[in-house]
């Protein structure tokens, strides 16, 4: 036999075994289904329909009733777990496998019940009761569980339920990103009192992710004044809705001033003082009078409005075209005004303005905005104070006393935004347009002035040509003048110097002098002082010498007579000077006689020596 025939035939024996086999289960399957006996897998549930029930009390569903409770024929709450299950014959009870229900995450179900109590009047949602989270139809139905939209949501998972009392449908998670807040609006609770646009705050229900505790704490349908911070909520489509807004952003430089349209009647705190308008407490209907700083806030837009009030300078244009990035003067124009003499000129002004931080709730409490404020007093002031300004002075005047102009008007504006809890910062006058004809009237004159002020230069001009002509005649003969005038001032310099030089010579001479003067005197006072010394030194040596002597002599003319003395002094002093004592010729006296000292002396008088004995004998 070829081969490719062996093939053919395992393979045909092959696919009868296969087919036994697939007919052998089911008939096991049919034969078990036969027996009563149903298998249900791990992954599913199994529905049963009881075709008819033979006895008992309970063999008919109550009337408007779905779903069996107590073994009538129809669809039965109880469903069959994963396992064996016996006693389901085919003839009376039918079963359909159905899967587990999954839940995947960022989604909820959504229950609606097939049976049920009926929802009360005014209802639309029913309430909650204990069922295992609608796993046990027994219970949900006992528990008196209404038939309708549920309040109960099923979150992310897996659930045996059945089909056919509950259908779920599957909804989005409720995710509110950053910097966002979630607007809720229910659908269910009680009515809102008479005068109230939202519901209240209330507590326990888990930011609204447990309607029944929501229903059961009093909550109100409709708009509530509580709001959904960033994050992920359950929150069931059914019971409320959520919208999605910005948060409310206060900038920098700005205050945010809220209207409260919840919460109790407020008691004005404003004061005796103002009187347009309430300021409330913050929580309390009305303008609340603490302002809000910069920042972001979590604010419902539908319960409360906020009004950003600049702190800033603001600048507002009395320009047409010309507006700032706040916008509150994009409807302001340039200003018309009439003049004393009938003429009608164009004026842009610029007003600047400072609200302080406290007084922002009092100016929306008075005008309700910024731009109000504008319209209803910014513009008619300062266009009425221009407009009689104008008219009190002519044109040209205006023109010229512009300054004078500005600040009388920046203090009249000052003192009348004032009584408007509006700081009025300053008052520019900007371009002054006045009319094409005056306009052409004052350039004629300006021609007129410009052409008599050229003709004026050019006449200047002639002069100082003329002048720069007799300088320059001038400047042909300078150089002798100056060349003349430079001798004469080097011989008046010659003149002063020898002049000069003199005196130095004689100031020097009298210098010197007084300094030999001063020399001398200085030497003679201390030759003077030298000689006294010397002299009083010689006077007491000659004391001491002549005092000694004295004593000698006395003692020397007390050993003999002093006649005696004398001559023995006398011939000592002849001795030392070579006079000789005995003469040649002895000449005697008239009596022939004389004594020793007459020879002597004649002696001395013939040879003339007279003088020098005298002076060595200190006669």
């Given amino acids: 036999m070829d081969t490719w025939l062996v093939d053919i035939w395992f393979a045909h024996q092959r696919l009868i075994i296969v087919i036994g086999l697939v007919l052998l289960a089911l008939a096991y399957r049919q034969i078990l289904w036969l027996c009563g006996v149903i298998v249900i897998p791990n992954d599913s549930i199994g529905v049963v329909t009881k075709k008819f029930a033979v006895f008992g009390a309970h063999r008919n569903l109550p009337d408007g009733s779905i779903i069996a409770l107590h073994g009538e024929a129809g669809y039965q709450a109880a469903t069959l777990t994963p396992g064996l299950h016996v006693g389901l014959w085919p003839l009376q009870f039918k079963v359909e496998l159905v899967k587990f229900l999954t839940i995947p995450p960022g989604k909820v179900g959504c229950v609606e019940a097939c049976d049920g109590r009926p929802l009360p009047m005014g209802r639309i949602i029913a309430r909650q009761v204990a069922c295992d989270a609608f796993q046990d139809a027994r219970a949900f139905l006992k528990n008196g569980g209404e038939r309708g939209p549920q309040m109960a949501l099923m979150g992310p998972g897996t659930y045996r339920i059945n089909p056919l009392l509950f259908r779920v449908e599957l909804a989005n998670a409720i995710d509110i990103p950053d910097n966002k807040v979630g607007v809720v609006t229910t659908r269910e609770g009680c009515a809102l009192a008479k005068g109230e646009i939202a519901g209240l705050t209330v507590e326990g229900h888990n930011l609204f992710q447990d309607p029944q505790a929501f229903i059961d704490n009093h909550g109100t349908k409709g708009l509530q004044e509580q709001v959904l911070l960033s994050g992920r909520y359950f929150i069931n489509p059914r019971f409320a809705t959520i919208e999605i807004v910005e948060m409310f952003e206060v900038p920098i430089a700005h205050v945010g001033v ?50 950003n009030v600049p702190t800033a300078n603001v600048v507002l244009n009395w320009a047409t075209g010309k507006t700032e990035a706040h916008k509150l003067d994009a409807n302001l124009s340039t200003i018309c005004v009439r003049s004393a003499d009938g003429f009608k000129f164009n004026l842009d002004v610029s007003q600047i303005i400072h609200i ?193 002597e004295a004593e000698v002599i006395k003692l020397k003319i007390a050993s003999m007579e002093s006649s005696n003395y004398a001559m023995v002094q006398v011939a000592e002093a002849l001795a030392k000077s070579g006079v000789k004592l005995v003469p040649d010729i002895v000449a005697g006296g008239a009596n022939g006689g004389g004594t020793l000292v007459d020879v002597l002396l004649a002696n001395v008088i013939r040879d003339g020596r007279s003088q020098r004995v005298l002076a060595n004998t200190g006669g």
């Fill in 258 to 307: 809220v209207i409260a349209y919840v919460g109790d009647e407020g008691k004005d705190v404003s004061g005796e003082l103002f009187r347009h308008g309430n300021l409330v407490s913050k929580g309390e209907k009305g303008v609340w009078v603490e302002p809000l700083d910069p920042g972001k806030y979590p604010i419902n837009p539908y319960t409360h409005k906020v009004s």
């Fill in 356 to 548: 302080p931080r406290n007084d922002a709730p009092k100016v929306i409490a008075r005008f309700g905005g910024m731009a109000a404020l504008v319209t209803q007093v910014l513009e008619p002031t300062i266009g009425n104070y221009f407009r009689n300004a104008a008219q009190g002075s002519d044109i040209i005047d205006f023109l010229k006393n512009r300054s004078v102009r500005q600040e009388e008007a920046r203090n009249a504006i000052s003192a009348a935004l004032k009584e408007y809890n509006v700081g009025a910062v300053d008052t520019l006058i900007g371009d002054i347009v006045p009319p094409e004809e005056l306009m052409k009237t004052l350039t004629d004159r300006k021609i007129a002035e410009q052409e008599r002020v050229t003709y004026e230069t050019q006449r200047q001009a002639q002069e100082v040509k003329q002048q720069l002509e007799q300088a320059t005649a001038l400047a042909a003969t300078q150089a002798k003048v100056v060349d003349a005038e430079r001798q004469v001032a080097i011989a008046q310099f010659n003149a002063e110097a020898g002049v000069k030089s003199a005196e130095g010579s004689a100031r020097t001479k009298t210098i010197n002098a007084e300094a030999d003067a001063r020399a001398k005197r200085i030497n003679a006072d201390a030759d003077a002082m030298v000689l006294r010394a010397v002299g009083e030194a010689e006077a007491a040596k000659t004391h001491a010498v002549g005092g000694a």
